[in-house]
T-cell receptor
Framework: DVKVTQSSRYLVKRTGEKVFLECVQD?????MFWYRQDPGLGLRLIYF???????EKGDIPEGYSVSREKKERFSLILESASTNQTSMYLC??????????????????FGDGTRLSIL | AQSVTQLDSQVPVFEEAPVELRCNYS??????LFWYVQYPNQGLQLLLK??????LVESINGFEAEFNKSQTSFHLRKPSVHISDTAEYFC??????????????FGQGTELSVKP
């Protein structure tokens, strides 16, 4: 079975701190994703990566950055944490399929989430 | 642009009753479709998927969904629900992106609440 591991289930940080959320997958997937989940808003894509050192902005990238130095690891960084970034953060990975340069994501596998509170 | 609409934000139902969670998508190309389930304080788990072939797909715990191309729908059904099915359910469509790995577009989610 695919395993996606997020480094923390619960995290409490202070406003202005630099926060790192780590995610590791063990299935050699090309794609990795970071989402945040808020009540009534569903899942919103922050950033995704389709290869090592490659990253693309999702729907809500402001205030966040990412790093993918190794294929299995995808880090989300809150440069200067603010209270409106209090949320549940979910990491996912997937294979991709396709040819000729046009790819689609296969089913995504999710970690258990990190509930982040910014005080 | 592709989008996914889950028509009900909350669905309350009694135990052993049938349930249908509705999902409509918009896409101009062939699609991959998914249903995910999220139990409290957990991540999302894949419930079932449509990639190609038979339009009726089933999960191991009794859920099924039917891909209807003409109505652009992928509704989730179960003939008899259990208390343990209480969870949030997300419908998603796979979006192709040129020269990238692709991504999923998620619906807003439907909270299924099963009452005794």
């Amino acid at each position: 079975d695919v395993k996606v591991t997020q480094s923390s289930r619960y995290l409490v940080k202070r406003t202005g701190e630099k926060v790192f959320l780590e995610c590791v997958q063990d299935m050699d997937h090309e794609n990795m994703f970071w989402y945040r989940q808020d009540p009534g808003l569903g899942l919103r894509l922050i950033y995704f990566s389709y290869d090592v050192k490659m990253k693309e902005k999702g729907d809500i990238p402001e205030g966040y950055s990412v790093s993918r130095e190794k294929k299995e690891r995808f880090s989300l960084i809150l440069e200067s944490a603010s209270t409106n970034q209090t949320s549940m953060y979910l990491c996912a990975s997937s294979e991709r399929s396709g040819q000729g340069g046009s790819f689609r994501s296969q089913p995504q596998h999710f970690g258990d989430g990190t509930r982040l509170s910014i005080l | 642009a592709q989008s996914v609409t889950q028509l009900d934000s909350q669905v309350p139902v009694f135990e052993e009753a049938p349930v249908e969670l509705r999902c409509n998508y918009s896409s101009s190309v062939s699609v991959y479709l998914f249903w995910y389930v999220q139990y409290p304080n957990q991540g999302l788990q894949l419930l079932l998927k449509y990639l190609s072939g038979s339009t009726l797909v089933e999960s191991i715990n009794g859920f099924e969904a039917e891909f209807n191309k003409s109505q652009t729908s992928f509704h989730l059904r179960k003939p008899s629900v259990h208390i343990s099915d209480t969870a949030e359910y997300f419908c998603a469509v796979s979006v192709g992106i040129y020269n990238q790995g692709g991504k999923l577009i998620f619906g807003q989610g439907t909270e299924l609440s099963v009452k005794p």
